[in-house]
Nanobody, 123 residues
Framework: QVQLVESGGRLVQAGGSLRLSCAAS????????MGWFRQAPGKEREFVAA????????FYTDSVKGRFTISRDNAKDTVYLQMNSLKPEDTAVYYC????????????????WGQGTQVTVSS
């Protein structure tokens, strides 16, 4: 089985920056695309960003384009989400996930999920 562990979430002021990490273990990491999702209180889990196995292609939801950057280091079996210019509406639990294939925007495409890390952006 695959284990995914997110880290880096914390309280941060609006306009600040934060980098989340997702460490994978248990299976081959490099051959899978990876995604970041988030879920705010009272809202559905939504797609944030994704990256192909090689890192050559990335995907972002419109609300984070220009502010967030997804990257990966396959030698370390780790994927990152660099978040800049944070806004209160970015407050959510952030999850990383692995997809064996399919449309990266949808949760149904992913087979393993991390436990989540809390990001809170103060006004």
């Amino acid at each position: 089985q695959v284990q995914l562990v997110e880290s880096g979430g914390r309280l941060v002021q609006a306009g600040g920056s934060l980098r989340l990490s997702c460490a994978a273990s248990g299976r081959t990491f490099s051959t899978y695309a990876m995604g970041w999702f988030r879920q705010a209180p009272g809202k559905e889990r939504e797609f944030v960003a994704a990256i192909t196995w090689s890192g050559a292609v990335t995907f972002y939801t419109d609300s984070v384009k220009g502010r967030f950057t997804i990257s990966r280091d396959n030698a370390k079996d780790t994927v990152y989400l660099q978040m800049n210019s944070l806004k209160p509406e970015d407050t959510a639990v952030y999850y990383c996930a692995r997809t064996p294939g399919g449309t990266v925007y949808y949760t149904a495409s992913y087979d393993y999920w991390g436990q989540g890390t809390q990001v809170t952006v103060s006004s």
